[in-house]
Nanobody
């Protein structure tokens, strides 16, 4: 069964940092570009960042560029999102998923979502 398990969220003050992790089952992860998405309260889910299978290509939406870093460890079937200089606008539930591209408008290839991890940034 396809599984995605996100962790690492929490409550942090503005300017703080968090590192999110997502472990995917082999079927989801192997050979796939991976992405992070987020759903702010009362809003639709949005794409945040993506990384290619070998990690050589990354993409970030403008609102997180320079603050977030996406990496992966293929041996551990894990993708990470290091978030620095967090802002209240980053408050959201964060999800990972295999994506169809490492560029703007990336979409969840698998149509399956994990439970997500809550990130709350206080001002």
């Amino acid at each position: 069964q396809v599984q995605l398990v996100e962790s690492g969220g929490g409550l942090v003050q503005a300017g703080g940092s968090l590192r999110l992790s997502c472990v995917g089952s082999g079927r989801v992860f192997s050979g796939s570009n991976m992405g992070w998405f987020r759903q702010p309260p009362g809003k639709e889910r949005e794409f945040v960042a993506a990384i290619s299978w070998f990690g050589g290509t990354t993409y970030y939406v403008d609102s997180v560029k320079g603050r977030f870093t996406i990496t992966r460890n293929n041996a551990m079937n894990t993708v990470f999102l290091a978030m620095n200089n967090l802002e209240p606008e980053d408050t959201a539930v964060y999800y990972c998923a295999p994506v169809d591209r490492v560029s703007s408008g990336a979409r969840n290839l698998g149509k399956i979502w994990g439970q997500g991890t809550q990130v709350t940034v206080s001002s």
